[in-house]
């Protein structure tokens, strides 16, 4: 855009590779966050030092904090993102739950006012039936959340899920829903600008979670076709509509297995697997969100965005999966990515970098496009084939192990596939074969060779292993 950049950044990341591409870097503080990139104060001395005129926030720490919005506009710096006002008129479920039914938007049966008594809750119970939810009105990210089952469990789960979202969210207030069995969450970009124009770019699919944190996007949803996608898009319009929105923005859905969906909440951000879109349908949304910001209107029209292939992101975390997935902080020893048509990295590590333990442990993201989701699947397998990170533990064999699974190759997984399959050995070795025994075999008759079970990985192919045979007997020689 020949903007010029200014970066920031804390000193547990001084030397990280967005401090020497930016054209300016400025530091914050010490590495806690609080003392850093939560430090409304500190980024906007940085802004005056460096005569920023934008401010972009990114995806975490302050982008979905409206009182950070207000103090930029008035420090005269231009928020690179929503109104403050739509920020805030998102942040409470029941309220935004309130403003989409008035919109015409689904949204989950239920209450859409906190509960100040059990009564409340039972008398929902027994008009929508069991099992039912409750959720914390502050809340998101499922934390606060119970299941009940029958009117008699009201009660202690209405206390527990009470103060959990007091614990929480400093909020105790809860409601309930009628629990959706089976879900989906498919969520839809929508993106919009100062002028009025207001356009939806397809959804994505996020069902792969653990712990409530997304582990594998996809865009398009393998469950969605032309005619659900036409009434998803524009409920999710209609959503955006209702706050005045403008700039790129995600509204989630759960999506019942009858084909129902309903408003889950919307991300007044840019998220962080916006590549999928920007893949399948070939736009750029941070740069748009730029000149929407600058007051610029829409580059494309409805027209102009047809989804052609189909794209699937891996979140690559320092995170041990076989250890229940501890954080593995340490050094970036060495690192290799994989290249070819249809592979993208969005990464912010380099070898020789450090993974900190003050903040979340993503390292990047593979993204991989292919001209139809299996073919996406084989070009993610190879490209996960050839990555290599020496020094941390990765997600990575996580995602070997997924393009094998025969669910996740069909698409048939909900919210909580992925966690019961994690439980069911997804990351365990399959039965050996042949070959496997005789390499465990020559393994333990070699004095030098780590000893071990069966490998976790998928085997390299057959080639690939005669390959290094001979390559190791050629450094013999
Ligand atoms: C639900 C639900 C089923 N029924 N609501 C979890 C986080 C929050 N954003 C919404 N969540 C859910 N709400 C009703 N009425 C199931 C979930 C849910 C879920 C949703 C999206 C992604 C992952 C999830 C994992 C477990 C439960």
């Known amino acids: 855009m020949g903007i010029e950049t200014v970066a920031v950044f804390s000193d547990a990341d001084r030397k990280a590779p967005h401090v020497a591409a930016a054209d300016y870097a400025v530091r914050l503080g010490p590495p806690p966050a609080r003392e850093s990139y939560l430090s409304v104060a500190a980024i906007l001395e940085a802004a005056r030092k460096t005569k920023a005129t934008l401010i972009h926030p990114g995806y975490g720490f302050l982008a979905e904090n409206a009182a950070f919005a207000r103090a930029c506009s008035d420090a005269g710096l231009t928020f690179v993102g929503p109104p403050a006002d739509a920020i805030e008129a998102m942040g409470s479920k029941t309220g935004s739950r309130k403003m989409m039914e008035a919109a015409g938007v689904p949204i989950v049966p239920g209450l859409t006012r906190p509960a100040s008594t059990a009564a409340e809750l039972k008398e929902f119970g027994r008009k929508a039936g069991y099992p039912i939810l409750l959720k914390a009105a502050a809340g998101g990210g499922g934390k606060g959340m119970r299941r009940v089952d029958?009117?008699?469990?009201?009660?202690?789960?209405?206390?527990?899920?009470?103060?959990?979202?007091?614990?929480?969210?400093?909020?105790?207030?809860?409601?309930?829903?009628?629990?959706?069995?089976?879900?989906?969450?498919?969520?839809?970009?929508?993106?919009?600008?100062?002028?009025?124009?207001?356009?939806?770019?397809?959804?994505r699919e996020c069902s792969l979670q653990r712990r409530h944190q997304k582990v594998v996007e996809e865009c398009p949803s393998p469950v969605v076709g032309e005619n659900l996608r036409k009434r998803i898009c524009s409920a999710a319009l209609a959503a955006s509509a209702a706050v005045n929105y403008v700039s790129c923005g995600t509204v989630e859905f759960l999506l019942s297995p009858d084909g129902s969906f309903y408003f889950l909440e919307m991300?007044?951000?840019?998220?962080?697997?916006?590549?999928?879109?920007?893949?399948?349908?070939?736009?750029?949304?941070?740069?748009?969100?730029?000149?929407?910001?600058?007051?610029?209107?829409?580059?494309?029209?409805?027209?102009?965005?047809?989804?052609?292939?189909?794209?699937?992101?891996?979140?690559?975390?320092?995170?041990?999966?076989?250890?229940?997935?501890?954080?593995?902080?340490?050094?970036?020893?060495?690192?290799?990515?994989?290249?070819?048509?249809?592979?993208?990295?969005?990464?912010?590590?380099?070898?020789?970098?450090?993974?900190?333990?003050?903040?979340?442990?993503?390292?990047?993201?593979?993204?991989?496009?292919?001209?139809?989701?299996?073919?996406?699947?084989?070009?993610?397998?190879?490209?996960?084939?050839?990555?290599?990170?020496?020094?941390?533990?990765?997600?990575?064999?996580?995602?070997?192990?997924?393009?094998?699974d025969s669910d996740f190759q069909a698409g048939r997984f909900d919210v909580q596939w992925l966690e019961r399959r994690l439980a069911s050995g997804?990351?365990?070795?399959?039965?050996?074969?042949?070959?496997?025994?005789?390499?465990?075999?020559?393994?333990?008759?070699?004095?030098?060779?780590?000893?071990?079970?069966?490998?976790?990985?998928?085997?390299?192919?057959?080639?690939?292993?005669?390959?290094?045979?001979?390559?190791?007997?050629?450094?013999?020689?």
Not at 280 to 297: F, K
Not at 358 to 387: C, H
């Open 426 to 477: 997804l990351l365990e070795s399959r039965e050996p074969s042949d070959e496997d025994v005789l390499l465990a075999a020559a393994a333990l008759s070699d004095e030098t060779a780590p000893r071990g079970s069966t490998p976790a990985e998928p085997p390299a192919s057959p080639w690939r292993r005669r390959a290094r045979l001979e390559s190791l007997r050629g450094a013999e020689r």
């Open 267 to 404: 991300n007044t951000r840019l998220q962080v697997e916006h590549p999928v879109t920007e893949e399948v349908y070939g736009v750029d949304l941070a740069s748009e969100m730029i000149a929407i910001a600058l007051g610029e209107p829409l580059s494309w029209k409805a027209e102009d965005l047809r989804p052609r292939g189909h794209a699937i992101e891996c979140r690559i975390y320092a995170e041990d999966p076989s250890r229940d997935f501890a954080p593995s902080p340490g050094t970036i020893e060495s690192l290799r990515l994989p290249a070819g048509p249809g592979v993208r990295h969005d990464i912010g590590v380099e070898q020789g970098s450090t993974v900190p333990i003050d903040y979340d442990p993503m390292l990047g993201k593979l993204v991989v496009w292919g001209p139809d989701r299996p073919r996406a699947i084989r070009r993610l397998s190879r490209a996960l084939s050839e990555y290599e990170v020496a020094g941390v533990e990765t997600t990575l064999p996580l995602f070997r192990r997924l393009c094998g």
């Open 150 to 203: 029958s009117e008699k469990e009201i009660e202690a789960a209405f206390a527990r899920a009470s103060s959990e979202a007091m614990a929480f969210f400093n909020d105790g207030a809860v409601y309930a829903e009628k629990l959706v069995e089976g879900p989906r969450h498919v969520e839809v970009q929508v993106i919009a600008d100062r002028h009025g124009n207001r356009l939806a770019v397809g959804e």
